[in-house]
C-alpha cells in the first residue's frame, strides 16, 4: 500500500484540488432527492468535495483515505465551507470510524485494489444501519475501452479494481435494489476526470 499512498499524496499536494471542489454529480442529486439525515461515511473521499457537500446538506460526515494530503485538503476546503467534517487516514479496519454505524454510506469513484476491495466493501455494509442507504458511482469494466481512447477520462487500468453490476450484487446481497444501471456519462471533475466515461450507478437500501 506504500506506493499507492505515495502516488495519492505525490496527487493531492498541490493548490489546485485535482478533482474539483464541486460535488460529484450523481452523489449531490441523490443526497438532495433522499432528504438523508443522521451520519454518513465516505471511504476514499480524496481532497473532501463529497464530504464537504454532505455536511452542508445537514449529514454528520465521517470520511478516510490513505492519503494525509487528500485529509488536508479536504480539511481546508471545509474550513473555507464553515462545516465540520470528521476525516481519518490509514488502512480501514484500523481507524476509530469502524466502531461506529451510520445511516448512509457512499462510494464514488472508490476503486481498492482487488484484494481488498471485497472485504471494504462487506464491512461498509456490515457499518450501515437497517434501512441504511449505499450509494455508489465507479468506472465499469466497459470503461477500459474509453480510457484507452481519451486518457484525460482518468480511472484505474486494472480491470478488477473496475465495477460490474454482477460484482455489486456479489458485493452487497442484502440490500434491495433502488438503482442498479451501467452508463455512459460525461466527467468534468478537475484535471483527472474529463470525457465520455462508462460507469455503475448503485443505490440500495440495507433490508437487515
Known amino acids: ?20 471542489t464541486e460535488p460529484n454529480t450523481f452523489f449531490k442529486s441523490t443526497i438532495d432527492q433522499q432528504n438523508l439525515s443522521g451520519r454518513i461515511l465516505l471511504p476514499g473521499e480524496g481532497e473532501g468535495r463529497n464530504a464537504v457537500y454532505a455536511a452542508k446538506s445537514g449529514l454528520q460526515v465521517s470520511a478516510f483515505d ?51 476491495a471485497s472485504k471494504y466493501h462487506h464491512k461498509i455494509a456490515d457499518l450501515l444501519k437497517p434501512g441504511g442507504l449505499l450509494i455508489l458511482e465507479g468506472f465499469s469494466v466497459g470503461h477500459l475501452a474509453l480510457r484507452k481512447l481519451n486518457p484525460a477520462v482518468g480511472g484505474p487500468g ?20 433502488l438503482q442498479l444501471e451501467e452508463v455512459d456519462v460525461e466527467l468534468k471533475e478537475g484535471d483527472f476526470h474529463n470525457g465520455i466515461s462508462k460507469v455503475i450507478r448503485f443505490i440500495g437500501k440495507k433490508t437487515g
Open 66 to 116: 490513505i492519503s494525509m494530503e487528500g485529509r488536508n485538503k479536504a480539511l481546508k476546503l471545509a474550513e473555507k465551507e464553515k462545516v465540520m467534517i470528521h476525516y481519518e487516514v490509514g488502512e480501514f479496519f484500523d481507524l476509530s470510524l469502524v466502531n461506529k454505524e451510520y445511516d448512509a454510506a457512499a462510494l464514488i469513484f472508490a476503486h481498492f485494489p482487488p484484494q481488498i
Open 158 to 177: 486494472n480491470m478488477d479494481m473496475l465495477f460490474s453490476k454482477d460484482s455489486i450484487q456479489r458485493d452487497f446481497p442484502n440490500f434491495e435494489i
Open 1 to 20: 500500500m506504500d506506493k499507492m499512498n505515495t502516488m495519492w499524496d505525490d496527487r493531492y499536494a498541490g493548490e489546485e484540488y485535482v478533482y474539483g
